[in-house]
């Protein structure tokens, strides 16, 4: 799955091939990269454990906790389906004409609302409220996505610079929303405090799944055009990493917007 999508540019024929084989391969390329490492295999299991809790949340807990558990696999699982269909996906984009740069934010855009789509929808079917930023989903759009653009848009930034696997861009996923939902949220529903912190860096494979159909699939769907404007440019300067840390710049509004809320 990384070698696949970052390590070389996305040249896979557009053919049709059974499902199963799709799948099977899909299956493959999770395995190789969650456990290729020591490392990721230690952030599988503690996401593993995670998902086990909300497992036993679907079964077991109230409504909340019901609709967030189910949102969170819903989200994943549709970042699973691109990746199983996207040499499709990938020869359908190469018909649109847009730059590349306006495919991968509207693709990551489309991505952030689909996951606030799913939020809304199954709150909805549950008739409960307070999971979604709003039970009004034009509103819930209006507020979270000013943030999901600039994410993406940055998210661009960062990635025509350096080359970035898959793994690395499921777990910055979390760290964004660790920024967005786990701090600055907390922060304006009044919740946050220093003792919240461990807790939700607990968290960030719950907030990887959720984010993951907002940063991977943009990123497979235009990952040739990035391979060809990171190789037609010099070597990028400095941390890789600081460099990945620029779509919490995106946050900044949201921060001066809760400060205002707090003196006022």
Known sequence: METAMMGNPIREKAVRMPSDSRWLNTFADLRKMLFGTRTRAIFAVWMLLIMLLLGRNVLFSGASDQVVAISVFFCAGSTVVVWTYRDLIVGLMRKWKASPRTKFI????????????????????????????????????????????????LLWRAQTAHRYTVMELFVLGGVYELGADGIVGTLMDGTFGLSTIPFLICLIPMFSLVYSVMVIPCSVIVNEEMEQIRNARPAAKGNRYLHAGLPLLGLIPYFVLTALMVLS
């Open 106 to 153: 509207i693709i990551g855009s489309l991505g952030a609302a689909w996951a606030e789509y799913v939020f809304w929808q199954f709150e909805k079917a549950f008739g409960i409220t307070g999971v979604a930023a709003s039970p009004n989903l034009g509103i819930d759009w209006l507020v979270t996505m000013p943030w999901y653009c600039m994410m993406v848009a």
